[in-house]
């Protein structure tokens, strides 16, 4: 069966540090990847995509990007957080090619504090 | 601009009786429709997904049913018990076949026993 692994659960971290959220999936091959910031009381953003390695799409400008090294690997960064980078970051897959036609699995999110 | 509203944010209702969550969506028709639970602190769960050819679709207590030209999707849970306390979600692709999901606010379900 397919699984998600997201990690850390939480992070504290100072303005302007880096950061890295890793996701990584299990048992299946050539998954959509999806990152989403949920922000306290709101609804999730969607921040990228990935259909397969390399291949990056951002929906929204910010300081953050991601890549996909492997094929079931898809990392967060950024080089300078900023307060409004807090948030609740889920990473989610979906079967090739169907991305809306089958339910997202969801990762258990990182909860990520900027102070 | 394309739009998913969840009417209420937040919804009680009795246990026992059948709770109906509204989805509204603008300038689009989507070919799926997914309904997602969330509990707090923790990521949604697939719960169901409905095609635009479909006008009802259930599984256990659930229902959902998607109307096209109301460009409306109800979700109902029938026979509420407490554990179905949580935020419910509405997603769509808006993206054109893209395979990217918009998700509505959620509405926040309060389950009284």
């Known amino acids: 069966s397919q699984t998600i692994h997201q990690w850390p659960a939480t992070l504290v971290q100072p303005v302007g540090s880096p950061l890295s959220l890793e996701c990584t999936v299990e048992?299946?091959?050539?998954?959509?990847l999806y990152w989403y910031r949920q922000a306290a009381g709101r609804g999730l953003q969607l921040l990228f995509y990935?259909?397969?390695?390399?291949?990056i799409s951002s929906e929204v400008p910010q300081n953050l990007s991601a890549s996909r090294p492997q094929d079931r690997q898809f990392i967060l960064s950024s080089k300078k957080l900023l307060l409004s980078d807090s948030g609740f970051y889920l990473c989610?897959?979906?079967?090739?090619?169907?991305?809306?036609?089958?339910?997202?699995?969801f990762g258990s999110g990182t909860r990520l504090t900027v102070v | 601009s394309q739009k998913i509203e969840q009417n209420s944010e937040a919804l009680n209702i009795q246990e026992g009786k059948t709770a109906t969550l509204t989805c509204n969506y603008t300038n689009y028709s989507p070919a799926y429709l997914q309904w997602y639970r969330q509990d707090p602190g923790r990521g949604p769960v697939f719960l169901l997904l409905i095609r635009e050819n479909e006008k009802e679709k259930r599984k256990e207590r659930l229902k959902v049913t998607f109307d096209t030209t109301l460009k409306q999707s109800l979700f109902h849970i029938t026979a509420s018990q407490p554990a179905d306390s949580a935020t419910y979600l509405c997603a769509l692709d808006m993206s054109g076949g893209y395979q990217k999901v918009t998700f509505g606010t959620g509405t926040k379900l309060q389950v009284i026993p």
């Open positions: 989610a897959w979906a079967p090739p090619g169907q991305g809306s036609a089958y339910g997202y699995t």
């Open positions: 048992g299946t091959s050539n998954p959509n």
């Open positions: 990935s259909v397969g390695i390399g291949q």
